[in-house]
């Protein structure tokens, strides 16, 4: 079984930087699909972005297309997600996790189709 611990979150001014990571141990990410997630206050979980198991494929939400870029290590067992120009809209806690589905099913990025998810790191973007 995997275990996520993820990293990175902070305060930051709206247009400001951050590198999230998610680190995994238990078992090796390079079967799995990961997908970050985050959630607001009073709000559901949203799928953000996903990279497939060699990380050739990406995919993410169109609200952060073009300022979010995710990537893997599998070496390091870590996936990434760079957020740059961060706007308040983006401020929750995120989360990364594993899809075991099948491709069309973990594309969906849907919390459902998701498992083993870590504790999350908070990103709170605000002047």
């Known amino acids: 079984q995997v275990q996520f611990v993820e990293s990175g979150g902070g305060l930051v001014q709206p247009g400001g930087s951050l590198r999230l990571s998610c680190a995994a141990s238990?078992?090796?990410?390079?079967?799995?699909?990961i997908g970050w997630f985050r959630q607001a206050p009073g709000k559901e979980r949203e799928g953000v972005s996903l990279?497939?198991?060699?990380?050739?494929?990406?995919l993410y939400a169109d609200s952060v297309k073009g300022r979010f870029t995710i990537s893997r290590d599998n070496a390091k067992n870590t996936v990434y997600l760079q957020v740059n120009s961060l706007k308040p809209e983006d401020t929750g806690v995120y989360y990364c996790?594993?899809?075991?589905?099948?491709?069309?099913?973990?594309?969906?990025?849907?919390?459902?189709?998701?498992?083993?998810w870590g504790q999350g790191t908070q990103v709170t973007v605000s002047s």
């Open positions: 996790a594993a899809c075991r589905q099948s491709t069309v099913r973990c594309s969906r990025l849907s919390r459902f189709e998701y498992e083993y």
């Open positions: 990279i497939n198991s060699r990380g050739g494929d990406k």
């Open positions: 238990g078992s090796s990410l390079n079967d799995y699909v």
